[in-house]
């Protein structure tokens, strides 16, 4: 027997897995979450993850902005790499607003509370909705405001009970309601337990060119997850309304979809991606926006969530657009075509004689 020493053998290292622009997951991931464990947002902030990862969004091209409140802190758990505005709270739309005009090349994501958004920030948002800038704006709806101890906020169910047992006797706003009315071109409600209908929901986001708003039903387990809640688990999960399966298709893979043409809504979205919605709830047509609200209603008055993809219109001019901007982004041209010269001065001037 010889005695010669032998190599070692290493097992061979198994390759990263990284998507179609050579990135690993990591690079889509953010800092540690401080949020509760268990909260809504987090799940919502793990489907973020997952769905500019899948779509190969390069995260440096991505901007995200938000308000004040427990899921206003949550672009600080997603895309590291992104650039990110925490605004003040109630006013992440006109921060949005500027900064999307100013680099109408970048891609923003927007993140928001039931109470940022339809309490203190609800001027901003009913502007937003009817200019259709390309924004994803986020709502992480638990019905009460999670980081000040969980009063009511105005998303809140008539009859829904607090925590000390208080009842509340407003009616509620629906987010979903007004962004259609007011002419969101992509309106969806979807609830941070399913992660299925949310993941293709952010997918079909991120490839739409206009203003899409989501809001997400996202349990509040400090201080909204009891009985006679009706933003708890057990309600939500129990009340859900599902439209229909959704199939999204990037333009950039071929994958064969196998659907009925009469039970199926076919949308193509603005990158040549497709949307495959299949009905199941009833015959339900999501480019037609009297149906929208009509569905809206009809489950509000339930007591139930219609989700899925509510409304959705590709066809819109989004506000870069309308606005009629010069392709090249304004941050990036020169002082000579940005202000106007001294020939074009004189000649205004003389015009206003
Ligand atoms: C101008 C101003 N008013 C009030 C507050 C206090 N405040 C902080 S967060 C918040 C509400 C947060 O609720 P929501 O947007 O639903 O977020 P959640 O914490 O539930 O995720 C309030 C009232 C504040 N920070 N700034
Ligand atoms: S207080 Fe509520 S909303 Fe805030 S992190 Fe905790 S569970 Fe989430
Ligand atoms: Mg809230």
Same mark, same amino acid.
């Given at each position: 027997? !010889? ?17 179609? #622009?050579?990135? %690993? ?9 401080? &949020? ?7 799940? #919502?902030?793990?489907?973020? #993850? ?8 390069? +995260? ?7 308000? #004040? ?23 992440? +739309? ?12 970048? &891609?923003?994501?927007?993140? !928001? ?10 001027? $901003? ?25 969980? $009063? ?28 259609? %009315? ?14 299925? $209908?949310? &993941? ?14 989501i809001d997400v039903i996202s349990p509040c387990v400090t201080f909204n997850d009891h009985e006679g809640s009706t933003k708890s688990y057990s309600y939500v999960k129990d009340h859900d309304e599902v439209l229909g399966e959704i199939s999204f298709v990037p333009y950039f893979e071929d994958i064969a979809v196998e659907y009925d043409a009469g039970s199926t809504t076919t949308v193509k979205l603005h990158d040549g991606s497709h949307l495959y919605l299949r009905k199941v709830a009833e015959d339900y ?12 209603? %009809? ?15 590709? %066809?819109? +001019? ?10 090249? +982004? ?12 001294? $020939? ?10």
């Amino acid at each position: 027997m !010889s005695d010669a020493p032998t190599t070692p053998t290493t097992a061979p290292v198994p390759p990263k897995k990284t998507n179609r #622009i050579g990135l %690993e997951l990591a690079s889509y991931r953010g800092s540690k979450t401080t &949020l509760c464990a268990g909260c809504g947002h987090n799940a #919502i902030t793990e489907r973020i #993850i997952d769905a500019f990862y899948e779509m190969g969004v390069d +995260p440096k091209r991505v901007m995200k902005f938000s308000g #004040i409140g427990c899921s206003s802190k949550s672009p600080a758990y997603f895309l590291n790499p992104s650039h990110g505005f925490n605004s003040v709270h109630g006013r992440m +739309p006109s921060v949005a607003t500027g900064a999307i005009l100013a680099n109408s090349a970048m &891609l923003g994501i927007g993140v !928001s509370g039931d109470g940022d958004t339809g309490a203190i920030g609800i001027g $901003q948002f009913v502007h937003l909705m009817r200019r259709n800038l390309p924004l994803i704006y986020i709502i992480e709806d638990n019905g009460c405001y999670g980081l000040t101890k969980g $009063q009511f906020s105005p998303t809140a169910d008539v009859g829904s009970k607090a925590k000390n047992g208080v009842v509340n006797d407003l009616p509620p706003i629906d987010t979903c309601a007004l962004a259609v %009315e007011l002419g969101a071109t992509f309106v969806a409600r979807s609830f941070s337990g399913d992660k299925k $209908q949310l &993941l293709s929901v952010l997918k079909a986001a991120i490839s739409h060119r206009g203003t899409c708003m989501i809001d997400v039903i996202s349990p509040c387990v400090t201080f909204n997850d009891h009985e006679g809640s009706t933003k708890s688990y057990s309600y939500v999960k129990d009340h859900d309304e599902v439209l229909g399966e959704i199939s999204f298709v990037p333009y950039f893979e071929d994958i064969a979809v196998e659907y009925d043409a009469g039970s199926t809504t076919t949308v193509k979205l603005h990158d040549g991606s497709h949307l495959y919605l299949r009905k199941v709830a009833e015959d339900y047509n999501p480019a037609d926006r009297l149906a929208a609200m009509r569905l809206l209603h %009809e489950t509000a008055r339930r007591g139930e969530f219609a989700t899925g993809i509510i409304y959705i219109d590709p %066809e819109q +001019p989004d506000f870069v657009e309308s606005l009629n901007l010069v392709e090249e +982004p304004l941050a990036f041209l020169k002082e000579d075509r940005v202000r106007p010269g001294k $020939q074009v001065l004189d000649e205004l001037m003389e015009s206003l004689r």
